[in-house]
């Protein structure tokens, strides 16, 4: 079955330090990867994508996204946590079924940003 | 440019009745995607419309439709409605087919009683 998971309902991080957000991926064919953010009052916004290419991903906010083919992850990274990045990271696979899309999500790690 | 709207914002139906919401995308933008969020099954992918016709579904049963307008804006329909179907539904929007949503609207949240 294809599917994503988020092994971490929490991650919490001193304002300052590198993040890491964690995303495992199963999916038949090349993956399409993505990561979104949730923050509060705010809606649902689009961070980075992976389709091909370079393994390392960059995206909005100074956000990052390694993609590791052999260990199927593709981890959400930041160098330097921000208070403000306190939100919902969610990741996403396109699975591809009879010829048609369909976009599997994870079930979210709420990051806590400490001051 | 204006983003994506929605409208209602909030809604409350009861079991059994129907309800139709409506997504706007931003100018430009030919393909309009739904998603349901719920506390216990997250975000989940509804279908996608580029078009004016649907090219992408999740695993939703047939109570939920869709549909998009020659201007592109898109409708989605619940019939029916169970109590599960309490849920932000929300929308996006992309400039071409089969690219990953990047602009969401803020969602409609629909509470049925």
């Known amino acids: 079955a294809q599917s994503v998971a988020q092994p971490e309902d929490q991650v919490n991080v001193a304002e300052g330090n590198p993040l890491t957000v964690k995303c495992t991926y199963s999916?038949?064919?090349?993956?399409?990867l993505f990561w979104y953010v949730q923050y509060p009052n705010r809606g649902l916004q689009f961070l980075l994508k992976?389709?091909?290419?370079?393994?390392l991903v960059k995206g909005s906010y100074g956000f990052e996204a390694e993609f590791n083919k052999s260990q199927t992850s593709f981890h959400l990274k930041k160098p330097s946590a921000l208070v403000s990045d306190s939100a919902l990271y969610f990741c996403a696979v396109r699975a591809t079924t009879s010829g048609t899309y369909k976009y599997i999500f994870g079930t979210g790690t709420r990051l806590k940003v400490l001051a | 440019k204006a983003g994506v709207t929605q409208t209602p914002r909030y809604l409350i139906k009861t079991r059994g009745q129907q309800v139709t919401l409506s997504c706007s995308p931003i100018?430009?933008?030919?393909?309009v995607s739904w998603y349901q969020q719920t506390p216990g099954q997250g975000l989940q992918f509804l279908f996608e419309y580029f078009s004016e016709t649907q090219r992408n579904k999740g695993n939703f049963p047939g109570r939920f439709s869709g549909r998009q307008f020659s201007n592109s804006r898109s409708e989605m329909n619940v019939s029916t409605l169970e109590l599960g179907d309490s849920a932000l539904y929300l929308c996006?929007?992309?400039?071409?087919?089969?690219?990953?949503?990047?602009?969401f609207g803020p969602g409609t949240r629909l509470l049925v009683l």
């Open positions: 999916v038949s064919g090349n993956p399409y």
């Open positions: 996006a929007s992309s400039p071409a087919m089969d690219r990953p949503a990047q602009y």
């Open positions: 100018s430009g933008h030919r393909s």
């Open positions: 992976y389709i091909t290419g370079d393994n």
